[in-house]
């Protein structure tokens, strides 16, 4: 298995660029699996890089992303898992904060930090049955001010459909 270090770094690299923002009304997106829905301001682009779903909604100044890394292994340790994810995002930037959430009944974290740039990055990060599903929120510096409205529903709306 490749370091989780590795994993969670190349998570926030595709963040980094961003199109032009748009007003839209927020739908929900339920992933093929039939596991996760979320809230989205658009339809995402879908991507898959080997094993890893990407779902992306580029709001200019501010990128969402659901991420859905199957591991395949059901007997890997999930706290260990997304311990070494959080060291991994700490060398991003500064942990602003960081605390474990509940979530339909799922134990996972959510980290907070802030790069060198100014920007703003959320990762809510859970593992089950085998896969890591990692929810980014990143926050350009300059973002509008809808933009931490933006980041706090994408978050509240994450859910896991079993």
Not at 34 to 62: A, F, H, M
Not at 74 to 82: E, L, Q, W, Y
Not at 90 to 113: A, C, F, N, Y
Request: hydrophobic letters at 45%; proline letters at 4%.
């Amino acid at each position: 298995m490749r370091s989780m270090r590795w994993v969670f770094a190349a998570s926030f690299l595709p963040l980094m660029c961003h199109a032009a923002q748009a007003d839209t009304t927020w739908t929900s997106f339920v992933d093929p699996s039939n596991t996760v829905s979320v809230s989205l301001p658009s339809p995402p682009v879908i991507e898959q890089e080997g094993k890893v779903k990407i779902y992306t909604v580029d709001r200019g100044t501010v990128a969402l992303m659901v991420r859905d890394f199957d591991f395949g292994d059901t007997t890997a340790d999930p706290a260990a898992m997304i311990d070494s994810g959080v060291k991994a995002l700490s060398q991003l930037g500064t942990v602003e904060r960081q605390k474990t959430v509940i979530v339909d009944g799922h134990e996972g974290r959510d980290v907070v930090l802030s790069t060198a740039e100014g920007a703003i990055m959320e990762d809510c990060a859970f593992v089950i049955d085998g896969h890591l599903y990692q929810f980014l929120a990143d926050r350009e510096k300059g973002a509008p001010d809808d933009a931490q409205a933006m980041v706090a529903t994408f978050v509240a709306s994450i859910h896991f459909l079993r």
